[in-house]
């Protein structure tokens, strides 16, 4: 698969296009994937509504792995705005930080249903395709990542708040573009 060129009319003081695109599609992936697995919970165990929030929470996961892929071969072959006025170097790390964790966030808690999924010897749903398991059967392994994926999920809420009351925060009371460069 050939990646996709830097476009020369991409503007400097905003993301790509595609870039802005995936990364309000992300955000909504996401909002679906946490509220499917939190309203599953409104369901008896056992029903058909629970096993579908739960289907519906591994198949929008698995939707939020390959728009992360696409999104990070988007994002490492287009240039990165400017913020104008440029914020003190502390806050470009911590950027930094914050964006590799939202990565990897976006990245590993698919990866590690998939893992999940495969070592507890079920079907790995992809919109009408099963996807193939990455391990073999293994049910204290499973219980184990399953243990870490609850609680990096929870992590998650926290990371996302924080992106988002950064993005305000430069947006209304630093009143940089940080914001305006990747809204639509």
């Keep these: 698969m050939a990646i996709p060129k830097p476009v020369s009319t991409v503007s400097t003081q905003r993301y790509h296009a595609l870039s802005i695109g995936l990364h309000w599609l992300m955000l909504f992936l996401v909002i679906a994937v946490y509220a499917s697995i939190e309203l599953r919970e409104l369901f008896p165990k056992g029903t058909d509504a ?10 929008l996961g698995l ?73 073999g059967p293994d049910k204290a392994l499973a219980k184990s990542i399953e243990e ?23 947006h209304y009371m630093v009143k940089d573009n940080t914001l305006k460069r990747m809204l639509p």
Excluded: C, D
């Design 148 to 170: 870490v994926h609850e609680t990096v999920g929870l992590v998650g809420y926290y990371l996302i708040g924080l992106h988002a009351l950064a993005g305000l925060y430069h």
């Design 63 to 135: 939707s939020v792995l390959a728009f992360a892929v696409l999104r990070l071969i988007v994002r490492l072959r287009n240039p990165t705005p400017a913020i104008i006025p440029a914020p003190p170097a502390w806050q470009e790390m911590l950027a930094k930080v914050m964006h590799i964790a939202l990565y990897a966030l976006m990245l590993g808690m698919p990866l590690a249903g998939w893992l999940i999924l495969s070592a507890e010897a079920q079907p790995i749903p992809f919109f009408g395709l099963e996807l193939p398991a990455l391990i």
């Design 50 to 59: 629970r096993k579908a929030m739960k289907m519906w929470h591994f198949m």
